[in-house]
């Protein structure tokens, strides 16, 4: 006998009045520190954990069912000059130009280490979110992101995610839009 897969549901109601609840896995504590989050800045949006993993946008959007270009990547990299840390969200599809970046930011950026990403993000690489970072973060918006109605971001775990219109990740990071892809 096959067994019956159910969406993650709290509690609904069947026909003929039977009351059905099915207990949810509790988030992670990386995954749940996102949906907090994600509450306190008042948006309604679901934390969702996988059994494979989301680290890469190929592996987020097949876990989804997604077009590559809606997985919205999280990428830190670090003012050369300042040490700064800043947040590049781009559209899983584009390689980010980092000349662009470096005119947009006003100075040399490099890709930093592990180390630096968890320091700044409080997040391992794979599963930087949007939001909830150590760090107050500046953040850059791919462009090509709010050509969709919905796209997904990284939830704290390289197996997290959740669903967001792109203007909401907008609203929420304070980030600015901008053209920041290679050949774009």
Do not use: Y
Request: charged content about 20%.
């Amino acid at each position: 006998m096959t067994p019956l897969l159910l969406p993650p549901v709290v509690c609904g109601s069947l026909q003929g009045g039977i009351h059905l609840k099915i207990e949810v896995p509790p988030l992670s504590p990386s995954s749940q520190k996102v949906q907090d989050t994600l509450q306190s800045l008042g948006f309604d949006l679901r934390v969702i954990e996988f059994e494979q993993t989301t680290r890469t946008s190929v592996e987020a959007a097949q876990a989804v069912g997604c077009e590559v270009g809606q997985i919205a990547k999280s990428l830190i990299f670090k003012g050369k000059q300042s040490g700064k840390a800043i947040l590049i969200s781009a559209s899983g599809v584009n390689r980010v130009d980092e000349k662009k970046i470096r005119a947009l930011v006003g100075e040399k950026v490099e890709k930093p280490n592990a180390d630096f990403v968890r320091e700044q993000t409080g997040f391992v690489i794979g599963g930087v979110p949007p939001v909830a970072h150590a760090q107050k973060l500046e953040t850059l918006i791919d462009e090509d992101l709010l050509k969709f109605e919905i796209i997904w971001g990284a939830a704290g775990t390289p197996n997290a995610v959740f669903r967001l219109a792109p203007q909401d990740l907008v609203k929420m990071t304070g980030g600015r839009v901008v053209d920041m892809k290679i050949g774009g």
